[in-house]
């Protein structure tokens, strides 16, 4: 079965710096988009980026565009998120997901999903 695994996460200040992973086994990771979402306490699961199965194509949400990159090695079957300039308004649990068929903002996209790593940012 797919399992995503995602690290990287922990406390930084703000205008600071962090690098998420997320490790994918079970699939044939190159025939997968994968995406980064990230939810707040009580608030909904957000998009934040995504990028096709070669690497080719990326999207991300206005609210982090021009800070944060996300990028893959189909290698290594992992998929990073860097986030430079970081906010106190990116403080969240950020997951990977996986899909093999259309992809984009929405959750319900994605098929697979990992269990998520916390993401905090200190004023």
């Known amino acids: 079965q797919v399992q995503l695994v995602e690290s990287g996460g922990g406390l930084v200040q703000a205008g600071g710096s962090l690098r998420l992973s997320c490790a994918a086994s079970?699939?044939?990771?190159?025939?997968?988009?994968m995406g980064w979402f990230r939810q707040a306490p009580g608030k909904e699961r957000e998009f934040v980026a995504a990028i096709g199965g070669t690497g080719g194509t990326t999207y991300y949400s206005d609210s982090v565009k021009g800070r944060f990159t996300i990028s893959r090695d189909n290698a290594k079957n992992t998929v990073y998120l860097q986030m430079n300039s970081l906010k106190p308004e990116d403080t969240a649990v950020y997951y990977c997901?996986?899909?093999?068929?259309?992809?984009?903002?929405?959750?319900?996209?994605?098929?697979?999903w990992g269990q998520g790593t916390q993401v905090t940012v200190s004023s």
């Open positions: 997901a996986a899909t093999i068929g259309f992809y984009g903002s929405r959750p319900a996209m994605y098929d697979n």
């Open positions: 079970g699939l044939t990771f190159s025939s997968y988009a």
